[in-house]
């Protein structure tokens, strides 16, 4: 395994990241632990997850089983660069209308105590806002992290699913507080969504922010069974996108081919071999799939495999604006 720091700071972090969204829900607990303990074995010691995770109607479900996970000891805990995340609703009633999707200091400040609980950890190392919430002040929202950071409950503050904009307000904003501000984006990225390189990406990197691709398969779009027209993903039923995408993701068939690796290997490579990017996110529902997504870490792309995926998969063009101006 390779590691590399998370932006700014000096966490290091293995090049690829453990997702954990379908533990709980299309993935049994047993099963679960069995791709956790094979991530660790394999030097995976970066995982993430949300309190939101656990299928339908079982938010923190997933949390539950990584603590129950931690429980078992051998230097489980330890070993592991934990990151969660806060925004989402988790229908306690006891939040009234502070429980709905939001980062107010009062929502941020319980559902940390919530996902500790679930986790059975007294701090996780990444706290990550899982989406923009510009109803709230950073003045409210960095003062409510300086806190839990005092604390000791988390040890960095990392955001998702921001715009480049959102990122450089943020940071200005902890830079006159004399705070870290955050360490780490994570995004949707890949071969079939490229928007983030006008902004978000180059952002990130001048403002010292790893990213973390979230979908790096497109909701599935660039697996190795795309083409059978699965049903059922993160982005919801994906028979109309392979017909609208079609030509592309056979082009990328028979490249992969010709490359000797399976579709989803060759898309999860092409993400990490961004610079902006520090670990993609694999979201395994079995320990075959987890043991599949190892394999990206051995492939190495020329110039000219990086411009035939560009051919396939066209970018912006580069980044703003002169992706589209002079």
Same mark, same amino acid.
């Given at each position: 395994m390779e590691y590399s720091y998370l932006g700014k700071s000096g966490l290091k972090v293995s090049q690829i990241c453990l997702g954990t969204m379908n533990f709980g829900g299309q993935t049994d607990e047993q099963e679960s632990f069995k791709i956790m303990d094979a991530a660790l074995d394999a030097g995976v010691n970066f995982f993430d997850t949300a309190n939101v995770y656990g299928g339908k109607d079982n938010a923190g479900r997933t949390?539950?089983?990584i603590g129950r996970w931690f429980q078992q000891g051998g230097g489980r805990r330890e070993k592991v660069v934990l990151a969660t995340k806060v925004y989402g609703g988790m229908s306690d009633p006891t939040d009234g209308p502070n429980g709905d999707r939001g980062l107010?200091? %009062?929502?941020?400040?319980?559902?940390l105590e919530g996902s500790l609980k679930r986790l059975q950890t007294d701090?996780?190392?990444? %706290?990550?806002?899982?989406?923009i919430d510009r109803n709230v002040s950073w003045n409210e929202l960095w003062g409510a992290f300086e806190v839990a950071m005092q604390q000791g409950k988390i040890g960095y503050v990392g955001s998702s699913n921001f715009a480049g904009w959102d990122i450089a307000v943020a940071q200005k904003e902890a830079e006159k507080r004399g705070f870290l501000g955050l360490i780490s984006e994570q995004h949707k990225y890949s071969l079939l969504t490229r928007q983030p390189e006008l902004e978000v990406l180059p952002a990130s990197q001048a403002l010292g922010l790893g990213v973390i691709p979230w979908s790096p398969l497109d909701g599935g779009l660039l697996g190795r069974n795309a083409l059978k027209k699965i049903e059922g993903s993160r982005s919801g039923g994906n028979a109309e996108r392979v017909e609208k995408h079609k030509e592309q993701l056979e082009q990328f068939a028979a490249f992969s081919e010709e490359l000797g690796h399976p579709q989803d290997t060759i898309a999860l490579a092409w993400v990490l071999a961004n610079p902006a990017v520090t670990a993609p996110i694999i979201g395994p529902r079995t320990l075959e799939q987890f043991e599949d997504a190892l394999r990206i870490l051995d492939v190495k792309f020329g110039e000219a495999e990086m411009k035939r995926l560009d051919e396939i998969f066209p970018g912006p063009g580069g980044s703003a604006p002169n992706a589209y101006a002079w």
């Open positions: 949390e539950e089983i107010s200091a %009062y929502k941020i400040r319980r559902h701090h996780v190392e990444l %706290y990550q806002m899982h989406h």
